[in-house]
């Protein structure tokens, strides 16, 4: 595998400024930040005492959901679209260099937005470290994930309608876990599930160490499993075959 | 003189139909090769063979003298490529879209000063690519794929739906960049294009090379065994070329009946129709 910084670098620059001028994805970024501000000065009387567990739950949850799986396969299927992406390709950037630049580019995106979340929720700052190492582990598949997706799209229509039911798995489980037994067991199986169960395992206390490692156990399969996908569409989308 | 491009028994099919069947021709630095075939003809399909977008069924590529799955990714960064399928950031300028790719190929940023002037755009340098028209979307690429002074140029239909003054403008780059010592990979099916800016021509039908030579070459291949006399009482005389039609047409000479003589060649447009039957 060869990779050249200075393509990487380029190409970084270029979705890292990108971004900010696309208005749909800077929403999408700000959405879940808004709804925590918004949350924080809402009198909710059921939180009482609970409230910065739930907004920083919520806020993770959402932020993940919506950045790590929207940005990079709207991302790479515009430029599929827009034939921007053979142009890369004839100037000589490989496709692991294109896919990395987008990885990377998602993954600080989504992560100052965790970040930001976190102060906004006001949860005590010690916690901090193990927030963003159990939100970066959360989040490294659903953005490999995501990049599958587009690679698998034709264009941004199709990646959207790819998008939703893979973001309906992440998100509806972890949030509505306490409504079923099935929605506990998938919460428990799933990235973003595992990922809050890891954090306030490891930043509060109180879960049992089997059940840490089944989360850590959880999300790392998933990272492997996106990893192996991601690889094989990598390896069978490599030329017009 | 240096080889850059070689194809031996090139063959690629799609199912049950060969695409490009059996095809051969080299091409060799400095020259500006012409491919040329209606729609349809396989001209998109070998650039994309020797572009590795598409990989061959079997047969023998060479890119600077090299067995194409051999080459390196150093090579590659000798290449530029406009094909019809390429597309530039339309958020970005052309300008920041050019410096985006100079960054990519590692060229002086300076040099899309110069490429801008080149295809007549620094003075819309800060336009968004969204807002180009067709033609100024279509130089600006030309730029992104000479900006970083290609030894090896494909372009795939360069001058498809320009208006005449910038078809001129993108000849005249094409001439100097060749010129400046770039070799140049055309396909077109413009045959005035072709007959203007290549030195030797391929005409590519149903997957197989059905003729190659200059221009010129193909012109006298295929010219008719005639030659045509208009006199001066608006006859049109055909006369079969040989020693018989040399003296009857200097008798006409002698008697100043001539206005024009002409032998016929035909223009690349009627070669084509010839060898293939087909229509543009």
């Not at chain 2, 010219?223 to 040989?242: H, N, P, Q, S």
Request: aromatic share 8%; proline share 3%; hydrophobic share 45%.
């Amino acid at each position: 595998m060869n990779i050249s910084a200075r393509k990487l670098q380029a190409l970084f620059k270029k979705d890292f400024t990108d971004y900010f001028k696309n208005p749909a994805l800077v929403v999408c970024s700000l959405i879940p930040l808004l709804f925590v501000v918004l949350y924080r000065f809402i009198n909710i009387p059921n939180l009482q005492g609970e409230l910065d567990d739930f907004l920083l739950s919520l806020g993770m949850v959402v932020n993940s959901s919506m950045c790590a799986l929207i940005i990079p396969a709207t991302s790479i299927a515009e430029e599929k679209e827009k034939f921007t992406l053979r142009t890369l390709i004839l100037s000589n950037v490989s496709a692991i260099e294109f896919f990395l630049a987008k990885i990377l580019v998602t993954t600080v995106i989504v992560m100052l937005g965790n970040v930001l979340i976190f102060f906004v929720s006001g949860s005590p700052v010690k916690a901090l470290p193990v927030y963003i190492l159990c939100s970066f582990m959360g989040n490294v598949c659903a953005v490999m994930l995501s990049a599958v997706i587009g690679i698998m799209s034709r264009d941004q229509a199709s990646s959207s309608a790819l998008q939703v039911p893979v973001m309906l798995l992440f998100v509806l489980p972890p949030v509505f876990a306490s409504a079923g037994k099935v929605l506990e067991l998938l919460s428990e199986v799933t990235p973003y599930g595992a990922m809050l169960r890891l954090y306030y395992g490891l930043s509060e206390g109180g879960i049992p160490a089997e059940k840490m490692i089944f989360a850590a156990g959880v999300i790392t399969t998933w990272i492997l499993a996106s990893l192996l996908i991601f690889a094989s569409l990598y390896k069978q989308k490599g030329t017009d075959n | 003189m240096k080889e850059m491009l070689y194809l031996e028994d090139v063959c690629l099919s799609f199912g049950d139909a060969f695409s490009i069947d059996h095809l051969s021709f080299q091409v060799m630095a400095g020259e500006i090769y012409g491919f040329l075939g209606p729609s349809g003809a396989g001209k998109t399909t070998t650039m994309k063979l020797l572009t590795r977008q598409l990989r061959r069924k079997s047969g023998k590529i060479r890119i600077f003298g090299r067995d194409i799955d051999k080459i390196e990714r150093a090579d590659y960064e000798r290449i530029g490529i406009l094909s019809d399928t390429n597309g530039l950031y339309e958020r970005m300028s052309i300008e920041d879209n050019l410096k985006f790719f100079a960054a990519i190929r590692g060229t002086d940023k300076k040099e899309v000063e110069n490429v801008l002037k080149k295809v007549q755009l620094y003075e819309k340098r800060k336009t968004l690519i969204k807002k180009c028209s067709k033609g100024m979307r279509q130089r600006a690429l030309l730029a992104q794929a000479v900006l970083h002074h290609p030894a090896l140029l494909f372009l795939d239909e360069p001058t498809s739906g320009l208006d005449p003054a910038t078809i001129q403008e993108v000849h005249k780059m094409l001439l100097q960049l060749n010129a400046e010592g770039t070799t140049i990979f055309l396909t077109t099916h413009n045959m005035e294009e072709a007959d203007k800016l290549c030195g030797r021509i391929g005409i590519l039908n149903q997957g197989h090379l059905v003729a190659q030579g200059s221009p010129e070459e193909l012109k006298l291949a295929h010219a008719k065994d005639t030659i045509e006399v208009l006199t001066k009482g608006r006859e049109k005389l055909i006369f079969k070329k040989g020693p018989e039609s040399a003296g009857q047409i200097e008798q006409l000479l002698a008697a100043g009946q001539c206005l024009t003589i002409h032998s016929k060649e035909p223009n690349l447009e009627e070669i084509f129709l010839q060898l293939t039957g087909r229509e543009f």
